[in-house]
């Protein structure tokens, strides 16, 4: 097993999805901040491009995977 695969990063990098931290939001519901909070937090893993993020989109689905909560 290699690195990568132990780090649990995929093996082609080329094959995945990055959303901007507004399309992050927007599919979310959310403010860009709190984007930004999830990011810095570190609940929400990111890429730095620039001076700006980019966020698997993976991440996000696996992300309100974890935080769906059944009110009812």
């Known amino acids: 097993m290699d690195d990568r695969e132990q780090s ?3 093996e082609n990098l080329a094959a995945v999805q ?3 931290v507004a399309e992050v939001a927007a599919m979310m519901r959310v403010s860009k901040m709190t984007v930004y909070r ?3 937090g ?3 893993p990111a ?3 620039g001076r700006s993020f980019r966020v698997p ?3 996000v689905e696996d992300y309100l995977r974890h ?3 059944d009110a009812g």
Do not use: S
Request: hydrophobic share 50%; aromatic share 14%; net charge positive.
């Open 47 to 49: 890429a730095r491009v």
């Open 67 to 69: 935080a769906y909560f």
């Open 38 to 40: 999830l990011v810095h």
């Open 18 to 20: 990055f959303l901007t």
């Open 8 to 10: 649990g990063r995929p």
């Open 42 to 44: 570190g609940e929400l």
């Open 57 to 59: 989109k993976r991440a």
